[in-house]
């Protein structure tokens, strides 16, 4: 699965979504499920509503549920992006719908078609492709593969001699951080740290015997983005992440979200996040993190303009259901 | 859901600091306030004591508070005196006799998805003359004295510029009064002579004033300026001294009479042991020599700066000291200090006031339910620090990059040890123009660049992405580039005939009481 940053990269590289969408390559994705110690949560990528006057949605939400006292609502039932997900029922949500719709989504990609676009690309870039045949590159008697640079894309890694740690760039080898743990439970994560590392290098290449700046700044970045998706990981798989005694230690920017969101429902971002906001949201929402208390600034907006907007979004939301049921 | 209980701040200190705060929490807190959140905002002053006095050059971010506010910007300009800033000339940094610009805005145009620079740079390698001035409209339109505020409709090419202001900065504090008082913030004149602190807990319960007064809150924010009579002297926070990396700890700040038009750009001149600055308003110039007193003295200092003015004083030398620096904590207990009680980093890229207006977003993206809030206060904090720690490192660079060998400061700072995390930095950005900026971070390539190569520490090579375009085509499309700045400038209006239609201030009253 692609998230929806990939966009940017399939323009960059000059793939056009209707060029996608045509081929039957990729099917939308507007709020992937991600696996959990306590079942699978939806996080959309998209939020559940535009915040206002600078305050996020979910303030306004408890701010509503507190005046009306309903208990037994949840926030992520008004997401328009989960009600249009394929996910929650009757196939995959029709193309229209959602460019329509104007949420931030995903993309489902057919690997191997999607596989062989890229490889045409490439090649009509100028990449030489020899499959299965390394020719001039074949691995030495270590098993090390001949080129200036040799960029380690699978888990699977070569040759016995000099390796990187994985994401980090130094003695002629760049391992993609794809190949961490993690990254392949967390639905999008592979491609999106492989986009990652390609821009990183791209916009860091340099002479080969040159570069110990650019290989040290690769490496830092690439680690600080491991340590972001490894924080949604454990935040994830923690039986309890609130109780949990070793985040403060293992993983602190984790515990500072968990702690704040928890204390005022605010969510703080680190340098170089992966996960945008409203999937920290779903994801401590889902694991069942609870403010205590919402911005005093969601009482700015009178009480019965509170309750039209949340009776509009309740509405777009059943209409949204109706459709994808009528599908 | 415990219900929210703060209902009464009480600010301490009405300079810049304290009525930015008043007029932004009254703003969006104040019983006034949309919706009522019904917040008490009680400000207390001392005309005795007086402000810091100084503080009139800003960055273009101060545009997002005053659009907060919804603050008219020709209706600021008239009420403060103020005139345009396109970015700070330096003068002598790199090498006596040798100048650059730092502008805001944007520099050049990316051409296909890579940065603009790395084109420029491999242009400079192969011998091409142009500067990054060349490419900047910011310096083009400095220069030559114009200014236009760009609008959406104004296409692309204006809208590259980025603008600030400078203002008088006691007519500044005077029109956020207003401002408050307007959005139902209550003004105590009064001394602080003591402030009460509850016995078990630390939190701050009142201060009390002189003639016997009390005034009690809930959440109190320490605008004392230097003093922090609140974090400081009641709450005891620590002070991270920065003076090793940046050694300047005094200054003298005069006002003169303007000498012609008001230029839209601050000067910064390096000198002996610091630097002086030259901010032009509609009434006056304000100037200042901010040094190290390791190596002159301040009647040295204050004799250079009379020496060095475009025109006669209408002010007294007033000498101020500080230390470079923070507090360990900006908020303690119930007490958040604004403004220079929460630290201070030398004025040389304007960038004190911006901090205010950091602190101000924070608090009140943060703002506490209970008088005690140690997850919102912890993040508050960390949050701050970040934010000085970045301007401290680009301020850093101003010093470390230079050739000066002339006198003994200039030696100190060539030569002293920097943080790791700017060596590798400047590092990046001197080899081949690498730059990645952090989240948090207030300056962008553009400054970086504009500074370190203005400094000579620019970039020595270029990204091999900019051998994708052919030479010719490089030169044709940055030819292109500045005939197309060339042009744009000639159709702006002077800076003093924009001022003179739309900012024009009533009055040409020299005021006598700010630098
Ligand atoms: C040399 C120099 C140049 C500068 N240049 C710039 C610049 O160009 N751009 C920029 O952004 N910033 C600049 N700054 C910083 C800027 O001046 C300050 O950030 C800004 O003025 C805010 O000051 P303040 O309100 O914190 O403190 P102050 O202006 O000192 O205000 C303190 C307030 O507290 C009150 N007070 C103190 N004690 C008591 C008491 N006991 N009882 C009652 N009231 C009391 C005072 O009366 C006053 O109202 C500069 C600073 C210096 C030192």
Known sequence: ?327 | MKDANIKRIVIAGGGTAGWMMAAALSKVLGAKGAGGAGIEVTLVESEAIGTVGVGEATIPAIMKFNAQLGIDEHEFMRATQATYKLGIEFRDWGAIGESYFHPFGRIGFDLEGIDFHQFWARLKHLGDSNGLDAYSLNTRAAYASKFVRPEPAHGQVINQMGYAFHFDASLYAAFLRRFAEGHGAHRIEGRIEHVEQDGETGLVRALKLDRDRTIEGDLFIDCTGFRGLLIGQAMGADYHDWSHWLPCNRAVAIACERAGDPVPYTRSTAREAGWQWRIPLQHRTGNGYVYCDDFLTPEKAEAVLLDNLDGAPVSNPNHLRFQTGHRAQFWAGNCVAIGLSSGFLEPLESTSIHLIQMGIAKLIALFPGTRDAPVERAEYNRLMEDDFRHVRDFLILHYKATSRKDAPFWDQVRMMEIPDTLTQKIELLRSRGRFFKYDAELFDLTSWLAVAEGQGWGPQGHSPAADRLSESNVRQSLANMRSVYAKTIDAMPSHQAYLDKYCKAAGETLRADAA
């Open chain 1, 1 to 327: 699965m692609a998230r929806p940053d990939h966009m940017r990269f399939h323009a960059e590289i000059g793939l056009p979504l209707e060029a996608l969408i045509k081929s039957g390559t990729a099917q939308p994705v507007l709020a992937p499920r991600f696996p959990s110690a306590s079942g699978p949560i939806s996080v959309p990528f998209a939020p559940v509503a535009a915040p206002h006057e600078g305050v996020e949605f979910h303030h306004f939400w408890l701010r509503h549920r507190a005046i009306a006292g309903d208990e037994a609502s949840d926030l992520f039932d008004l997401s328009p992006a989960i009600a249009l997900d394929h996910s929650v029922g009757a196939g995959a949500p029709l193309w229209d719908a959602v460019l329509k719709g104007g949420l931030a989504f995903g993309l489902r990609l057919e690997r191997g078609r999607y596989a062989g676009a890229l490889l045409q690309l490439a090649q009509r870039a100028g990449a030489l492709v020899d499959a299965g045949k390394a020719g001039d590159h074949a691995p030495d008697e270590h098993g090390d593969l001949a080129g200036d640079l040799v960029i380690e894309c699978g888990p699977e890694r070569s040759g016995g001699g000099a390796q990187a740690e994985a994401g980090a760039w130094s003695n002629g080898r760049l391992t993609l951080p794809c190949t961490l743990p993690c990254t392949s439970t967390l639905p999008g994560a592979e491609w999106q740290v492989c986009v990652n590392a390609a821009r990183r290098f791209v916009g860091l290449s340099a002479p080969l015997a040159n570069s110990a700046n650019e290989q040290r700044e690769y490496t830092r970045l690439a680690q600080q983005e491991a340590q972001r998706i490894a924080d949604m990981d454990a935040l994830l798989q923690e039986s309890d992440p609130l109780a949990s005694h070793t985040f403060a230690s293992t993983h602190p920017a984790l515990a500072r979200k968990l702690a704040l969101f928890a204390a005022c429902g605010r969510i703080p971002t680190e340098d170089f996040e992966v996960f945008t906001p409203p999937e920290w949201l779903a994801a401590m929402w889902g694991r069942g993190v609870r403010p205590r208390r919402y911005d005093r600034m969601a009482n700015r907006m009178p009480q019965q303009q509170l309750i039209e907007w949340l009776a509009s979004l309740k509405r777009q939301r059943d209409a949204l259901t109706r459709a994808r049921e009528t599908v």
